[in-house]
């Protein structure tokens, strides 16, 4: 790559998934104009090219009126539709390996400004973009927009978006084109416009643009919690909002994550097996996390995913360490050649009184070998987990599980976004 290499990107179809919000928002529109309901088909189709032209080639709506549909669609999207968006699986892995390897990036799109900013600020992707340029006074066309993108002195430029608009004012501006079939254009319509290379992954456009950088470490992250803490629920909640940022999400759990580790699972909670050995049991665990870290963990990470497991080592030391009393120091010497120095970035600890965790769990479904245990049991377990966090407050993240489903995933949300970018710069 090249001194001073800039990639400008296209946003919507690019960047981002925004059929959501932009498919809402032509539906509010044409409802509010007494327009006919459009098949999903023609919606789709709005996205990319500049919405007054989408008004009037699949409406058929005058000059005029499109101009009305126009102002009636932003009503809606710059309040609700901008954030009805995702960003796409391997954005930020390719964001992080363009900057890693020198490349200057940009963004340039038909949107307005105001929206395109706040998109970008509120996924946290304006941190990597050095030039943001949108439409001005309905004049969307990409040639004048990449133009304006530039720097002087550019020595190597690539324009790179998932519609034929994007080739078509690369090649006007005289840039290098790169195509992206992920989004809302076909290979077609893209190499017909001028592409000359197709990506079909965001992490394409990086082996693309930037081949010799390899290493982009991903991230781990746990979540733990007494049986019956609403771990579960969190958990798709938080795997959901991960997603919509685009982080690669890697689910897997513990015990079990792999082949081997799940047959152990089924040994360590089968209620048959009541006469297992407290030791048996904790060696299990450690055995089943030793395959865990090699097998899945480590390669994900480094591969530049994030892990997201449903409890890990924690689980052992407050279940085994204080349920079972074999001692949290002495389950830790019993991990440490299972982990072998493999811990979370961040955990995630769902704080309730294990005496109404408990409730919720036996309520929701048959209790298994472990939940079956005295209440003492599960109030060491609780204890070994406070235990824990007084030790590594800076990994915990504590969160009130007594909250309402939603103030807990926000909550939640929060403090883990807010963890994962810091540690992308």
Same mark, same amino acid.
């Given at each position: ?10 946003? #919507? ?34 996205? +990319? ?14 000059? =005029? ?14 309040? /609700? ?9 391997? /954005? ?21 400004? *105001?929206?395109?900013? !706040? ?11 050095? $030039? ?6 309905? !004049? ?20 790179? +978006? ?17 195509? /992206? ?10 190499? %017909? $416009? ?37 771990? +579960? ?5 938080? %795997? #959901?909002?991960?997603?919509?940022? *685009? ?67 924690? $689980? ?5 360490? *204080? ?12 991990? =440490? ?13 769902? #704080? ?12 929701? $479904?048959?209790?298994?070998?472990? =939940? ?7 109030? !060491? ?22 909250? %309402?489903?939603? =103030? ?18």
């Amino acid at each position: 790559m090249k001194p001073n290499t800039w990639i400008l990107f296209d946003l #919507d179809g690019t960047l981002t998934q925004s059929e959501e919000g932009i498919t809402n928002c032509a539906m509010y529109a044409a409802e509010k104009m007494g327009l006919p309901r459009l098949e999903m088909e023609t919606l789709r189709k709005f996205i +990319g090219p500049p919405l007054a032209w989408s008004f009037q080639e699949y409406m058929g709506l005058s000059p =005029e009126k499109a101009e009305r549909a126009v102002t009636i669609y932003r009503e809606r999207y710059n309040t /609700v539709g901008l954030f009805e968006n995702r960003v796409y699986p391997g /954005v930020r892995y390719m964001l992080r390996a363009l900057r890693k390897a020198g490349a200057h990036t940009g963004v340039v799109t038909g949107k307005p400004i *105001g929206p395109t900013k !706040r998109i970008l600020e509120h996924f946290g992707l304006m941190k990597w973009m050095e $030039s943001v340029v949108s439409a001005t006074d309905n !004049r969307a066309e990409k040639e004048h927009l990449i133009r304006e993108a530039l720097p002087d002195g550019a020595e190597e430029v690539w324009m790179v +978006g998932d519609r034929k608009f994007d080739m078509e004012g690369g090649v006007k501006a005289g840039v290098h084109t790169l195509g /992206v079939t992920y989004g809302y254009g076909s290979e077609e319509e893209l190499v %017909s $416009s001028g592409a000359e290379r197709i990506a079909h992954t965001p992490r394409e456009i990086a082996e693309i643009l930037c081949p010799e950088v390899r290493e982009i470490r991903g991230a781990f992250l746990s979540m733990e919690g007494p049986d019956g803490s609403g771990k +579960g629920t969190q958990l798709e909640r938080l %795997s #959901d909002t991960l997603d919509r940022w *685009g982080f690669e999400v890697v689910h897997t759990r513990e015990p079990g994550g792999t082949p081997i580790g799940e047959k152990i699972r089924e040994i360590l909670l089968d209620p048959e097996n009541k006469a297992m050995a407290d030791e048996t049991e904790a060696l299990l665990y450690a055995a089943s996390r030793a395959q865990h870290v090699r097998e899945k963990i480590r390669p994900a990470v480094a591969a530049g995913k994030l892990v997201l497991c449903d409890r890990f080592l924690d $689980s052992s030391v407050a279940y085994q360490g *204080g349920g079972r009393q074999l001692g949290i120091d002495e389950v830790l010497a019993i991990n =440490e050649p299972a982990v072998d120095g493999t811990l979370p970035d961040m955990t995630v600890y769902l #704080d309730i009184d294990h005496r109404v965790a408990m409730a919720r769990r036996c309520a929701a $479904s048959e209790p298994d070998r472990l =939940e079956l245990e005295a209440e003492s049991f599960h109030a !060491r377990v609780e204890d070994g987990y406070h235990q824990l966090i007084a030790r590594n407050p800076e990994r915990f993240a504590v969160v009130d599980a007594a909250k %309402s489903r939603e =103030e807990i995933a926000a909550e939640i949300a929060e403090k883990v976004l807010k963890r994962l970018t810091e540690m992308e710069d």
